[in-house]
């Protein structure tokens, strides 16, 4: 059986401008492993994520993409998150009216087509909950409503626990955290990942990566990879930054 999760091939995306972004994106991920993406801003950092989910926005798109032997490149974005994409965002939303487990539980059935069991439901959102260091309360508030940025990144890994997706992309997951909070979103990861998932951590900078075990980092910059290596990289990265990589 194939080890293959996701193969991106020569994948080229285009704004409404006709700016283009992503300029032949190439990315192999196998079951069981921690990439990273990691590049300045405005390298197409998001865009590759958006662009895995097919988001409408691009006018143009060139390449494919597939997920689990199967391809996705025109599926809809809702069909994609069906088959066990998940993706965290860099500016999370807020819901009013839907509390956190409501929205969890509807999102779960969504996924896995399936009746929820309430009570397994529950025990497992406390446990998570518990884990990631988040109040119990706040199953019954909101989604995101009044949640400091810290919490609302904790409560996009508490669903990606929940939802227990193929491959989880996170986007800038650790942008504005402290070290407490980065802490806990690391150990969120480290729950998460088996030999048969994957995760894909989109980053501008290394905080996220000190405390997980890295598989291979990919180096974005002006919408090319122009190095991939392993977590060695990362450190190259953190101690002289982009200006020596050039697409």
Do not use: C, W
């Not at 990273?36 to 197409?44: A, D, F, K």
């Amino acid at each position: 059986m194939s080890k293959e999760l996701l193969k991106v091939k020569d994948l080229h995306i285009s704004a409404e401008d006709n700016t283009e972004i992503l300029k032949g994106i190439d990315l192999t991920i196998n079951k069981g492993e921690i990439h990273v993406i990691m590049g300045p801003n405005g390298s197409g950092k998001t865009t590759t994520a958006n662009a895995i989910f097919n988001n409408p926005a691009y006018i143009d798109k060139k390449g494919q993409v597939i997920f689990d032997g199967e391809d996705i490149t025109n599926l809809k974005t809702d069909e994609i998150a069906r088959k066990g994409i998940f993706m965290s965002f860099q500016l999370p939303e807020e819901i009013p009216g839907i509390s956190v487990s409501n929205f969890l539980k509807v999102a779960k059935g969504k996924i896995t087509g399936k009746p929820i069991k309430i009570f397994e439901f529950k025990d497992e959102l406390k446990k998570n909950m518990e884990e990631l260091s988040i109040d119990p309360e706040y199953a019954d508030r909101s989604l995101n409503v009044g949640f400091s940025g810290g919490e609302k990144k904790k409560n996009e890994i508490l669903q990606m626990l929940t939802l227990n997706p193929k491959l989880a992309i996170l986007d800038e997951t650790d942008s504005g955290l402290d070290v407490d909070a980065i802490r806990t979103v690391s150990k969120g990861i480290e729950m998460f990942k088996n030999d048969e998932n994957a995760v894909l951590i989109i980053t501008h900078n290394t905080k996220i990566l000190h405390s997980l075990k890295v598989d291979k980092v990919h180096i974005l910059v002006d919408g090319k990879i122009v190095a991939e290596g392993d977590r060695d990289l990362a450190n190259v990265i953190e101690q002289i930054g982009y200006s020596d990589y050039k697409s």
